[in-house]
């Protein structure tokens, strides 16, 4: 067992450079994305091509802009277009008298957000004209605002521990998704060594050595192991340590890596048992793991995906649970029993998937 850890250790001490592209990446995509894309609200320039434009600019901007998710910014026509058609902004908004267009190029993600917030305005002010007729709203709505200042009921929500309800930081989700992420192609390609020595003729060889079978499956999958568990504690300490991330108990946090690992290691395992050569495998592997995490929905807010059978197949992958249980201990302050039963799935999922791995590998080759 010692000896094939030794040499996949010596392969990566020669050639490194794979596991520290993985890390690399994974900083700066948190880097890049957390902060750039939730930092500050984004941006939808609006227009208007009514013969009274102007007028219907100066009308809705001022209501737009009391928005806190989205940023409106008047733009003309020309421009707005052109930012949407090269991709500057997801979609603008076409004004009319008492309603909008919404143009995009794409449905993406942050369309069903813009159209919920905009039609929720467009709404207000339609029930306040449908109060004062064909008065200014201007008057009624000073009325509302005022009552809703201090209301006859008021409800006050707080945690379970008496404190505020922290809000979700998509930055700090973002952190662990892509430390997670890039942690599985690093253990992929080590659990694919197995498949390569097979085909090598590497395996066979060993067999005949005083190294067992066992030993040599321990040996592969153990190093798979302590590389991608090293891989997310390196980049995990210097979020928490050099770049000043809140992340919570760390120490909890890397119980849940560990597990975490353990899983995607029984899933590369399960995923080679289905394929004869590491090139199939490669490019399997590389086409189907970056799917995970859309159809988790964790590249954007919690409950943006909610069709059943998306949830269903990303409850299959330890991706997904293994971020839920990371948020829940860096923003809720979650404790063990509180992420127990998140922990039993991964060690489920490893047990299943690797059982059904290696039992694939050994009849399909021998």
């Given at each position: 067992?010692?000896?094939?850890?030794?040499?996949?250790?010596?392969?990566?001490?020669?050639?490194?450079?794979?596991?520290?592209?993985?890390?690399?990446?994974?900083i700066?995509?948190?880097?890049?994305?957390g902060?750039?894309?939730?930092?500050?609200?984004?941006?939808?320039?609006?227009?208007?091509?009514?013969?009274?434009?102007k007028?219907?600019?100066?009308?809705?901007?001022?209501?737009?802009?009391?928005?806190?998710?989205?940023?409106?910014?008047?733009?003309?026509?020309?421009?707005?277009?052109?930012?949407?058609?090269?991709?500057?902004?997801?979609?603008?908004?076409?004004?009319?008298?008492?309603?909008?267009?919404?143009?995009?190029?794409s449905?993406?993600?942050?369309?069903?957000?813009?159209?919920?917030?905009?039609?929720?305005?467009?709404?207000?002010?339609?029930?306040?004209?449908?109060?004062?007729?064909e008065?200014?709203?201007?008057?009624?709505?000073?009325?509302?605002?005022?009552?809703?200042?201090?209301?006859?009921l008021?409800?006050?929500?707080?945690?379970?521990?008496?404190?505020?309800?922290?809000?979700?930081?998509?930055?700090?989700?973002?952190?662990?998704?892509?430390?997670?992420?890039?942690?599985?192609?690093?253990?992929?390609?080590?659990?694919?060594?197995?498949?390569?020595?097979?085909?090598?003729?590497?395996?066979?060889?060993?067999i005949?050595s005083?190294?067992t079978?066992?030993?040599?499956?321990?040996?592969?999958?153990l190093?798979?192991?302590?590389?991608?568990?090293?891989?997310?504690?390196?980049?995990?300490?210097?979020f928490?340590?050099?770049?000043?991330?809140?992340?919570?108990?760390l120490?909890?946090?890397?119980?849940?890596?560990?597990i975490?690992?353990?899983?995607?290691?029984?899933?590369?395992?399960?995923?080679?048992?289905?394929?004869?050569?590491?090139?199939?495998?490669?490019?399997?592997?590389?086409?189907?793991?970056?799917?995970?995490?859309?159809?988790s929905?964790?590249?954007?807010p919690p409950?943006?995906v909610?069709?059943?059978?998306?949830?269903?197949?990303?409850?299959?992958?330890?991706?997904?649970?293994?971020?839920?249980?990371?948020?829940?201990i860096?923003?809720?302050?979650a404790?063990?029993?509180?992420?127990?039963?998140?922990?039993?799935?991964?060690?489920?999922?490893?047990?299943?998937?690797?059982?059904?791995?290696i039992?694939?590998?050994?009849?399909?080759?021998?």
């Amino acid at each position: 067992m010692l000896a094939v850890f030794k040499a996949q250790l010596k392969k990566d001490v020669r050639k490194p450079v794979t596991i520290i592209v993985f890390m690399v990446v994974s900083i700066l995509a948190t880097l890049i994305f957390g902060n750039s894309t939730f930092g500050k609200p984004p941006t939808v320039p609006v227009f208007s091509t009514e013969p009274n434009g102007k007028e219907i600019e100066e009308k809705w901007i001022h209501l737009l802009k009391d928005s806190e998710a989205l940023n409106f910014v008047l733009t003309e026509e020309e421009g707005a277009l052109e930012d949407v058609a090269s991709g500057k902004s997801s979609v603008a908004i076409k004004l009319m008298e008492n309603d909008y267009r919404i143009i995009t190029a794409s449905n993406n993600s942050i369309v069903p957000f813009v159209e919920q917030e905009i039609h929720t305005i467009f709404s207000e002010e339609a029930q306040l004209q449908a109060v004062v007729g064909e008065e200014d709203t201007t008057k009624i709505r000073k009325v509302v605002e005022s009552y809703l200042e201090n209301p006859p009921l008021q409800a006050e929500v707080k945690s379970v521990s008496g404190g505020e309800i922290p809000k979700h930081d998509m930055g700090t989700q973002l952190l662990f998704v892509f430390t997670l992420f890039a942690a599985m192609f690093t253990i992929g390609f080590k659990v694919n060594g197995i498949n390569e020595d097979k085909v090598n003729g590497i395996w066979n060889r060993l067999i005949l050595s005083p190294v067992t079978k066992t030993n040599m499956y321990v040996g592969h999958l153990l190093y798979s192991f302590c590389i991608g568990f090293f891989q997310i504690s390196v980049v995990l300490l210097l979020f928490q340590y050099v770049l000043k991330f809140e992340l919570g108990d760390l120490r909890l946090i890397m119980m849940v890596a560990a597990i975490y690992t353990l899983s995607i290691v029984s899933l590369a395992m399960l995923i080679s048992g289905f394929l004869r050569t590491p090139e199939k495998f490669n490019m399997v592997f590389t086409s189907f793991i970056p799917m995970i995490p859309v159809i988790s929905g964790l590249y954007m807010p919690p409950g943006t995906v909610s069709n059943p059978l998306l949830l269903f197949i990303a409850d299959l992958f330890p991706l997904k649970h293994a971020a839920d249980a990371m948020l829940n201990i860096t923003l809720y302050n979650a404790s063990w029993n509180d992420i127990s039963l998140t922990v039993a799935i991964l060690l489920l999922i490893f047990v299943i998937y690797m059982g059904i791995g290696i039992n694939l590998v050994e009849r399909r080759r021998g």
